[in-house]
């Protein structure tokens, strides 16, 4: 009774009291756009106190064109989501969906915006499926209402001996976690997402795609007043044609399969061995430099894998790898001091920062930033005009990092003024850190079993993109 009548009265506010306005008239009136999403890598999720993940962030832009402010629902079960829309609980739904024949009768798509594939996941410690079938040998659980129930159910027919089970009470991340720790045999998860729980999770392993790619995107009522929708379609359009949805991505997906299984393995034994100790010192250059101790740590581990005494062929040395040029520069007497090092890096840090143009906002600062550190910043430089000879914007590390590797081909860095560099080394550089700097706030944050936030659970916390 409770919640039917919560219903009512969520259905008339967002209706707008009998309104006859256009829709998109009345959340600009009211001020608010109600969405359900989901709680995961994905979508939507807090990490150090801020909310962000690609669904939360493309939806914060949206209501920014709007001038609204956004009230995220997060519902008890997956199942609710599309049943919230359809019953005018929300205004939308962004919560990673994908378009498939079995959702249109129920809600209207917009356009799409990333593609995924449904994957069959295991754990590397089994022996690997070959195909759908093989996952008769164990317990293969997906998420209840999803579309990987779905395709399980096209599939059937001609693969009967094929069973699964359904858990209404977990989350697709959850039943990742749960291959994991061998809990479970199988599950089905979108590609995306998978990717993104590998990151933490490098025992679990794709065996294969179970569909052709699919297409995610927000969900609408089937209402006569499409005017939100069409609003959203044309913002969506926008977004995407000016390059603003391919920087999203990158900025969730664009390193999340450089560490693997023995990266993340020696990573996390650093971490209990190593990092104690010099814990505080990264804690105290970021202190006297503003950058994040964390992120200090994540680049001495990539130079140095938090080694004192390490020393390059190159004459590089200690837990930053400084040059005896820099180290000059610097005033650092002693590079194979801990203390001096890293206070050195980051002060090294500061200096490259200070030359990229202050119209660059975060994060895309920082990952040119890195990229200058590691191959000096006039090719940073000479990429950055590279990559505006090609069409692209030299002011995002999305376009750059595909320019850079150019700059070791002789009839690319023979037109630039500092010719040859290994460009693909800042590359691989840049995104080794934003992984183990991903898994060190992980392993700190979120060490303990994964708890969601209970049910709806509302923020309009900003984000910068």
């Known amino acids: 009774m409770i919640r039917l009548l919560i219903l009512v009265l969520t259905v008339i506010i967002l209706n707008g009291c009998g309104d006859t306005r256009p829709l998109i008239e009345q959340i ?10 989901r709680y995961g890598p994905s979508t ?139 809990l479970i045999d199988f599950t089905i998860a979108d590609s995306n997402e998978v990717s993104l729980s590998r990151r933490f999770h490098p025992e679990l392993k794709v065996a294969l795609n179970i569909t052709k790619p699919q297409t995610l995107a927000w969900a609408f009522p089937h209402d006569q007043d499409t005017s939100l929708y069409e609003n959203a379609r044309e913002f969506l359009e926008v977004f995407k044609a000016s390059g603003a949805m391919n920087q ?40 006297k430099t503003g950058l994040e101790w964390q992120m200090l740590a994540a680049i001495g581990y990539q130079e140095s894998h938090w080694n004192p005494k390490a020393v390059s062929p190159t004459g590089v040395r200690g837990i930053m790898m400084l040059t005896q040029a820099t180290a000059e520069q610097l005033g650092v007497k002693n590079r194979l001091d801990p203390r001096e090092s890293i206070l050195g890096g980051a002060r090294y ?52 990092k595909r320019y850079l590797p150019l700059l070791s081909q002789e009839k690319y860095y023979k037109t630039l003024k500092r010719g040859f560099a290994r460009g693909r080394e800042p590359v691989n550089y840049v995104d080794n850190i934003r992984g183990y700097y991903e898994l060190l706030i992980w392993e700190q944050e979120n060490a303990a079993d994964f708890q969601p936030p209970p049910a709806k659970v509302l923020t309009t916390t900003p984000v910068s993109l």
């Open 44 to 182: 939507f999720y807090e990490a150090k106190g801020v909310f962000m993940g690609l669904e939360h962030d493309l939806v914060k832009q949206f209501a920014a064109e709007l001038g609204v402010k956004v009230r995220f629902v997060i519902p008890e079960t997956f199942e609710e989501v599309l049943s919230m829309v359809e019953t005018g609980e929300a205004h939308f739904a962004a919560a990673g969906l994908t378009v498939t024949p079995g959702r249109e009768p129920r809600i209207r798509f917009g356009p799409g915006y990333q593609q995924v594939y449904q994957q069959l996941i295991y754990h590397s410690g089994n022996r690997r499926p070959r195909s759908i079938d093989d996952t008769a040998r164990g317990v293969l659980e997906v998420v209840s209402g999803s579309s990987h129930e779905e395709a399980l159910k096209n599939l059937k027919p001609d693969h009967p001996s094929l069973h699964w089970e359904t858990q209404k009470e977990l989350d697709s991340s959850e039943l990742l976690r749960l291959v994991k720790e061998k």
């Open 349 to 400: 840090i500061r200096i490259v920062e200070e030359k990229i143009p202050e119209r660059i906002p975060e994060p895309d600062r920082l990952w040119l930033t890195l990229a200058g550190y590691n191959v000096g910043f006039g090719h940073l430089e000479d990429a950055r005009i590279l990559t505006q000879r090609k069409g692209g914007n030299p002011d995002t590390w999305c376009d750059v």
């Open 248 to 287: 999203l991505i990158e900025r969730y997906y664009g390193y999340t399969e450089r560490l693997g299984f023995v990266d993340t393995r020696n990573f996390r034994r650093h971490m209990a061995k190593r990092l104690p100790a010099l814990q505080p010192l990264f804690e105290e250059a970021a202190g």
């Open 28 to 37: 600009k009136r009211n001020g608010e756009l109600v969405v359900v999403t």
